[in-house]
């Protein structure tokens, strides 16, 4: 949702029309070549739910009806589910067991402390 929701709010209720070439390799071209794989033939449903997110953006009720239409395209194809998650970039696996764990899923610049009273000092 936050590449379709990207896409809407970028090209409004045109994002359909949008050409491959118009969507370039980021969040709002990868919500709109969703889209446009997702709903390119334009049925109604999916048209409306468009053009109300784009009337409404970031609206949580908005965004909602068009997850709901979403979905119930990709549970009528499986195929096509499975088509739109391998569009879908692979973020990285990270994971924390355990008490005070940590999971880091890219780079960290600062501290980060787990322990009761902990005490950071600096050099003068």
Known sequence: ????????????????????????????????????????????ASQAAIGELAEHPGDADYVAALRLVIRRALEAEPALAAEIRAMLPVGPSVSASGARSVAVGGSNSGLIITGDDARVEYPR
Request: no cysteine.
């Open 1 to 44: 949702m936050p590449y379709v929701s990207a896409a809407v709010g970028a090209y409004g209720a045109a994002v359909l029309a949008k050409t491959q070439e118009a969507a370039a390799q980021s969040t709002v071209g990868l919500g709109t070549r969703i889209l446009q794989r997702l709903f390119g033939r334009g049925d109604a």
